[in-house]
Nanobody
């Protein structure tokens, strides 16, 4: 099993930055994982933010965060979301998600969908004040 431990959320003023971290743990935390970040506000569906493949070779972003957010990996299988130029509309609970490596020629597009992922973090609150 894989558990995802998130950290880095908090309160920041508009225009500021935060860096979210997601570290896999558990008996299968060593396996290669494609990973993504989603966010959710009360009464809304979970929304795709960014995703990255197991090796960091491919990544994708929601239009609303392109040019402001950067997703990355490290050699310990963790994932990060650097969020710059934050806006009040970025306020949400942010969730890390992971799915075991789907193969070297797998289509990237499914990583934009929450249904693709098998493992989820507990969520971390990000609040951007105006």
């Amino acid at each position: 099993q894989v558990q995802l431990v998130e950290s880095g959320g908090g309160l920041v003023q508009a225009g500021g930055s935060l860096r979210l971290s997601c570290a896999p743990s558990g008996r299968r935390s060593y396996i290669s994982l494609d990973m993504g970040w989603f966010r959710q506000t009360p009464g809304e569906e979970r929304e795709f933010v960014a995703a990255v493949t197991w090796d960091g070779g491919r990544s994708g972003y929601a239009d609303s965060v392109k040019g402001r957010f950067t997703i990355s990996r490290d050699n310990r299988n963790a994932a990060y979301l650097q969020m710059n130029s934050l806006k009040p509309e970025d306020t949400a609970v942010y969730y890390c998600a992971a799915v075991p490596f789907r193969g070297p020629d797998s289509n990237f597009h499914p990583l934009l969908s929450a249904e693709t992922y098998e493992y989820w973090g507990q969520g971390t609150q990000v609040t951007v004040s105006s």
